[in-house]
């Protein structure tokens, strides 16, 4: 049973480009959850999405930032004219379901890095 | 807003000591979770923790949670050189679907455990 896989590992765009980061959820999985780690700052959330739906987007910025979970394929965090201040470590975690105390697993990120 | 502080922020120890470390807040948490980061790599879950004064062991790893549910400590018996990470403590605060994913995460302990 592969774990969450999060495509590219890194991805290095220039000032203005967009960036789309791609994660698949575990297998069975339907909750898929975006964090951002800077390195002064720690982890933070952004959105929480199910299938088709998104739940809780009270962690991503307003302007630039989007996310999907589309029925079929990978949950998707697009950002688009990339800023210096983006570059960072984009986590996905996954779980099965939302109830409290359900362990949600990360993949390994990808690093962006803005030039 | 809800803040994890983690002590100490670096940990530097021979193989074989013992250590404690620390998240702390003034908050009250529905539960926290420990996971351990390597670098490169995504945050991996090591324990989730309910109930006030609740301690949980997995190992050499001995975990407690404060009575007042606003902190919790990681003692490790025994460190070996594979103990080596960041230990980082996420909290959830609430009970509606979907906020125990909103975790709050402390900046970690780096701890590094010298063969």
């Known amino acids: 049973n592969a774990g969450v896989m999060q495509n590219p590992r890194h991805l290095v765009r220039r000032r203005g480009q967009e960036a789309r980061l791609r994660c698949s959820p575990m297998?069975?999985?339907?909750?898929v959850y975006w964090y951002r780690q800077l390195p002064e700052e720690g982890l933070k959330f952004m959105v929480y999405?199910?299938?088709?739906?998104?739940?809780?987007e009270s962690g991503m910025p307003k302007e630039r930032f989007s996310a999907e979970f589309p029925k079929e394929g990978p949950s998707i965090l697009r950002i688009q004219q990339v800023v210096r201040g983006d570059s960072a470590a984009y986590f996905c975690?996954?779980?099965?379901?939302?109830?409290?105390?359900?362990?949600?697993?990360f993949g390994q990120g990808t690093r962006l890095t803005v030039v | 807003t809800q803040l994890l502080e983690q002590s100490p922020q670096f940990l530097s120890i021979q193989e074989g000591e013992n250590l404690t470390v620390y998240c702390n807040s003034s908050?009250?948490?529905?539960?926290l979770q420990w996971y351990r980061q390597e670098p490169g790599e995504g945050p991996v879950l090591l324990v989730t923790?309910?109930?006030g004064g609740e301690v949980k062991k997995l190992k050499r790893l001995t975990f407690q949670f404060g009575d007042a549910r606003k902190d919790s400590s990681l003692h490790i018996t025994a460190a070996q050189p594979g103990d080596t990470g960041l230990y980082l403590c996420a909290g959830a605060g609430g009970l509606r679907a979907g906020n125990n994913r909103k975790l709050i995460w402390g900046l970690g302990t780096s701890l590094a455990v010298n063969p």
């Open positions: 297998k069975g999985h339907s909750h």
């Open positions: 923790v309910v109930t």
């Open positions: 908050s009250v948490f529905s539960s």
């Open positions: 999405l199910q299938k088709e739906n998104i739940i809780d």
């Open positions: 975690a996954s779980s099965p379901a939302a109830k409290s105390n359900t362990e949600a697993f």
